[in-house]
């Protein structure tokens, strides 16, 4: 089993920006990739980001390329986002994953076995 528990989301601005953090506990080992994920009021929980923790093999989804920076600490089993000039439609609740997606796969959410609480991101002025 893993357990994964997200922080860092809140009430932003437009073009502020947040970091959000999912650690990791339990057979971290037997889970290769992470993702992050998020899911707005009334859609589809959709892709976000992803890495491979051995290689640091990294893909986004297209409207966040540029402004989100998935990264992880292999030390303290702790993934996170960097997620700079926010905008309105980023508003989401936003959650962490973890699975065997392969690189053809890694957008689809039953490829991940294992999924954070989620953490809501607010973007309003």
């Known amino acids: 089993q893993v357990q994964l528990v997200e922080s860092g989301g809140g009430l932003v601005q437009p073009g502020d920006s947040l970091r959000l953090s999912c650690a990791a506990s339990g057979r971290t080992f037997s889970t290769p990739v992470m993702g992050w994920f998020r899911q707005a009021p009334g859609k589809e929980r959709e892709f976000v980001a992803v890495?491979?923790?051995?290689?640091?093999?990294?893909y986004y989804a297209d409207s966040v390329k540029g402004r989100f920076t998935i990264s992880r600490d292999n030390a303290k089993n702790t993934l996170y986002l960097q997620i700079n000039s926010l905008k309105f439609e980023d508003t989401a609740v936003y959650y962490c994953?973890?699975?065997?997606?392969?690189?053809?796969?890694?957008?689809?959410?039953?490829?991940?076995?294992?999924w954070g609480q989620g953490t809501q991101v607010t973007v309003s002025s």
């Open positions: 890495v491979w923790w051995s290689s640091g093999l990294t």
């Open positions: 994953a973890a699975g065997w997606p392969t690189t053809n796969s890694y957008m689809r959410t039953s490829k991940y076995d294992y």
